[in-house]
């Protein structure tokens, strides 16, 4: 079963502008995930917070994670064409890491 | 480190036929993943190991599917016998960190694309 949601399914924005994914989830965790899919290609590991966490920072990415709304975003600042992908929000509970169906993002040049 | 290594990258082959999907992962890893994509049902986990052993199988879909490590540098994923609703991509995954005896970030491969005619 899906653990995370992600919110929008699909972003369109301009390169440059700032991009802003949600993932909600049902079940108590103990840490979230965020990965990117390139077009055929394998999963990638972005950034991983804890549940005792409720921000943390990678280079242009920024998580936030609110466990009494049960809820996580990803923010990514100044997008690059080059960011163009798909990003899932993945929970890591009871040993082990459910994904959701991830969010389309299009950074147009 | 070349990362994890996953083979065939693709594969077609006729509903009834035998497919073993191959993966080799990252040297010094202890967990290993093995996912299935869809469309229709994203990224499921389909079985793990640690240290070579199974540790949870609940998500092997039915007895068509079994999952092996002889080693820790390889692992097979087997289908006996195919069908249609079995093609997918199939994703192997390797890690060597538990956050707090949770998963920690995986390395992903590339993934092999099976198409079940």
């Known amino acids: 079963s899906q653990q995370g949601e992600e919110d929008p399914q699909a972003l369109s924005i301009q390169e440059g502008e700032n991009a802003t994914m949600n993932c909600s989830y049902k079940t108590s965790i103990n840490n979230l995930q965020w990965y990117r899919q390139n077009s055929g290609r394998g999963l990638v590991h972005l950034i991983l917070?804890?549940?005792?966490?409720r921000e943390k920072h990678s280079g242009r990415l920024r998580v936030t994670l609110d466990t009494s709304k049960k809820s996580s975003s990803l923010l990514i600042t100044a997008s690059r064409a080059a960011d163009t992908a798909s990003y899932f929000c993945?929970?890591?509970?009871?040993?082990?890491?459910?994904f959701g169906k991830g969010i389309t993002l299009s950074v147009r040049p | 480190d070349a990362g994890v290594i996953q083979s065939p990258r693709h594969e077609v082959t006729e509903m009834g036929q035998e497919v073993t999907l191959r993966c080799k992962p990252i040297?010094?890893?202890?967990?290993l993943f093995w996912y299935r994509q869809t469309m229709m049902r994203g990224l499921e986990l389909l079985i793990y190991f640690n240290n070579n052993v199974p540790i949870d199988d609940s998500g092997m879909p039915e007895d068509r599917f079994s999952a092996k490590m002889p080693n820790a540098s390889f692992s097979t994923l087997k289908i006996q016998p195919s069908e249609p609703r079995d093609s997918a991509v199939y994703f192997c995954a390797s890690s060597s960190y538990r956050d707090r005896g949770n998963t920690g970030e995986l390395f992903f491969g590339e993934g092999s694309r099976l198409t079940v005619l």
């Open positions: 917070i804890r549940s005792n966490e």
């Open positions: 993945a929970t890591g509970a009871n040993s082990k890491l459910t």
């Open positions: 040297s010094g890893h202890d967990y």
